[in-house]
């Protein structure tokens, strides 16, 4: 028999297990430590108790549901709820994934109300690849592919790249935490599906265990402020992972984004602490990033749908 309770910091090495069988299982290359989930559980604006969902059979924990509601609304204007969780490959097919599912939402409407009252609702979910499991459950429910991401990688050191010569492109410290949380939530105003970045939010980001600042690279202007930056990442040993590039609105158009990604993947070469650098683009990024990222070496290694639903008032 089945046991439903809550993900708890007591059982986050099950859960990495069941997260690193699913990122084999499914191809989604998102692997996470204990030590990386139990931080998913403080994060600001977020209740395991009400929002996180784990099924076990007996001592094995076979699903899992996570669910965050932005505590802002995105730039159309939604409240947006987004519905992670998976059912481990052995378990499929008897009706987990359904349950689960249908445990989620009810809730996901509840708390995006009680932010929002008066925003759209927008849920979201991982569709995963074509032929995913994934898929078939959320067009039951009423989701259709809303978004297609695209994860690129590039080898260590690889092609060599001439790393600019631009003293205006410094190492991420400490004191460019909020000027960089600003410069990003510019950047990303008009990006489907973003929400601004409050400091809380802020700092869950840049003081998790898996934020690589050594490696981040922002570039300023005479007067301190951020132009552009990349900030990076490392949850699996010796490859890391680019979260995000922006160039905030005023400073487009100047190559920007390109001199200080140029920057972070010739040092992060040179550093020999890494064997690869990957990354993750919207298909229908309105910047052009995904030829920004192939004229610097990274190709694509597969991609993958978010599905979206827009549930009656």
Not at 131 to 160: I, K, N, Q
Not at 252 to 259: I, P, S, T
Not at 288 to 300: D, H, R
């Amino acid at each position: 028999m089945l046991t439903w309770r809550t993900l708890t910091t007591e059982t986050t090495p099950q859960w990495s297990e069941l997260t690193n069988i699913l990122a084999k299982a499914d191809d989604t290359d998102e692997f996470y430590d204990a030590e990386d989930l139990a931080e998913e559980l403080t994060e600001h604006g977020f209740d395991a108790e009400r929002d996180s969902w784990a099924v076990w059979d007996e001592d094995r924990l076979v699903a899992y549901g996570q669910l965050r509601v932005a505590t802002e609304l995105t730039a159309e204007g939604d409240a947006r709820a987004q519905l992670d969780g998976g059912v481990h490959p052995d378990w499929r097919g008897r009706g987990i994934g359904t349950e689960l599912l249908g445990r989620m939402e009810p809730r996901a409407l509840e708390l995006a109300r009680e932010r929002h009252p008066a925003a759209p609702v927008l849920l979201r979910a991982q569709g995963g690849k074509e032929g995913s499991d994934a898929r078939p459950l959320l067009e039951d429910f009423g989701y259709s592919p809303a978004r297609y991401f695209t994860d690129m990688t590039r080898p260590l050191p690889g092609e060599p790249l001439a790393a600019p010569d631009d003293a205006r492109i410094r190492p991420f410290s400490p004191d460019l935490a909020e000027p960089l949380r600003l410069a990003h939530n510019d950047a990303f105003a008009t990006h489907w599906g973003s929400t601004a970045q409050s400091p809380e939010q802020w700092a869950d980001t840049i003081g998790g265990r898996s934020f690589r600042g050594a490696d981040s690279r922002v570039l300023m202007d005479d007067g301190g402020a951020v132009l552009a930056y990349v900030v990076c990442g490392e949850w699996v040993p010796r490859e890391l992972y680019i979260s995000l590039v922006g160039t905030v609105q005023a400073a487009r158009g100047r190559g920007l984004a390109r001199q200080v990604l140029l920057a972070t993947v010739a040092d992060a070469a040179a550093s020999g602490r890494y064997d690869v650098v990957d990354l993750g683009v919207d298909s229908q990024n309105p910047t052009g990033a995904g030829a920004l990222y192939e004229s610097v070496g990274f190709t694509p290694v597969r991609t993958q749908a978010t599905y979206a639903k827009r549930p009656q008032p």
